[in-house]
């Protein structure tokens, strides 16, 4: 089992128990981690408060990845508290219903602007900010989550294809710039599992059969195997691995059909 006893981290994204993010929080909290959770907003505080109340001595705080005085907010207070930073954990994500309802090419400004805020610029925002708490750690190590949606359509994924496609582009430029400070950015692509943020796509269930059907495994994954690959790639079995994109999908990727 990855050891992260003496670490400090930072968990984007829980909204409920079957979030990503919360399972990769669990892991990283018995693995010995203090975490940073934030939730978004005050409509999910109550929920990331109780869930959080299972870890060692969190900090909970807000964090609405669109807003820069909160993401400065959340970094002064892990300063003050942790006095440096380990690893981030991205799994922030939102596009607007409309724009998974509507055939692709009807994407507006506005939906596409959104979506690659939340999705994407939102991992570039965080990152910047983490940089100085980990280069004062030696090192650190940033993990967000993505879809295949960004290399293949799949129906209503539409313009969070895009933002998946920005996401993981961002990844490799962010792994070259933050690499000579020691800092590891990788992307874990994972297979659905049916959370808030998917349950939000048309024909969820219908994936969700394709990978049962067609993945190499003949079967979907769940949160926890997600978890385990977060804590390999923020851990020391990982420290030879950037800008990298892992999949965690049963294998359903390779299939052409
Ligand atoms: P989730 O709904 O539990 O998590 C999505 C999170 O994004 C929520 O906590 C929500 O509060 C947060 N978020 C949205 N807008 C935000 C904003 N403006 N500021 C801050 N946070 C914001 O669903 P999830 O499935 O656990 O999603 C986590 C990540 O995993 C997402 O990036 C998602 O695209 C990705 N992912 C999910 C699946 C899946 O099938 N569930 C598969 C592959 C990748």
């Excluded at 006095?83 to 506005?110: I, K, M, Y």
């Excluded at 808030?196 to 969820?204: E, F, T, Y």
Aim: glycine share 12%.
């Amino acid at each position: 089992m990855t050891d992260l006893a003496g670490k400090h981290g930072l968990v984007v994204g829980v909204a409920n128990k079957r979030s990503l993010s919360w399972a990769i929080a669990q892991a990283a909290g018995q693995a010995g981690a203090r975490l940073a959770v934030t939730y978004q907003g005050e409509r999910l505080e109550e929920n990331v408060r109780k869930l959080a109340d299972q870890l060692q001595s969190p900090l909970v705080l807000p964090c609405d990845v669109t807003d820069d005085a909160q993401i400065a907010a959340v970094f002064e207070a892990i300063d003050r508290e942790f006095g440096g930073l380990d690893f981030v954990v991205h799994g922030a994500a939102f596009a607007p219903q409309g724009e998974l309802l509507n055939p692709f090419v009807e994407t507006s400004r506005e939906g596409f602007r959104t979506a690659l805020e939340v999705s994407a610029y939102s991992l570039i925002a965080l990152a910047r900010q983490a940089r100085p708490l980990m280069e004062r750690r030696g090192g650190g190590s940033i993990v967000t989550l993505t879809y295949l949606g960004s290399i293949r359509v799949l129906p209503n994924y539409n313009v969070m294809g895009v933002a998946k496609a920005a996401l993981e582009a961002g990844v490799r430029y962010l792994a070259s710039d933050l690499g000579p400070s020691n800092i590891r950015v990788n992307a874990i692509s994972a297979g659905p599992v049916k959370t808030l943020a998917a349950a939000g796509i048309p024909g969820l269930s219908g994936f969700l059969q394709a990978y049962r059907e067609r993945a190499p495994l003949r079967r979907g994954i769940d949160a926890a195997e997600v978890a385990d690959t977060a804590m390999y790639l923020i851990g020391p079995a990982g420290r030879g691995m950037t800008g990298e994109v892992l999949f965690v999908d049963a294998g359903y990727h390779v299939m052409g059909v």
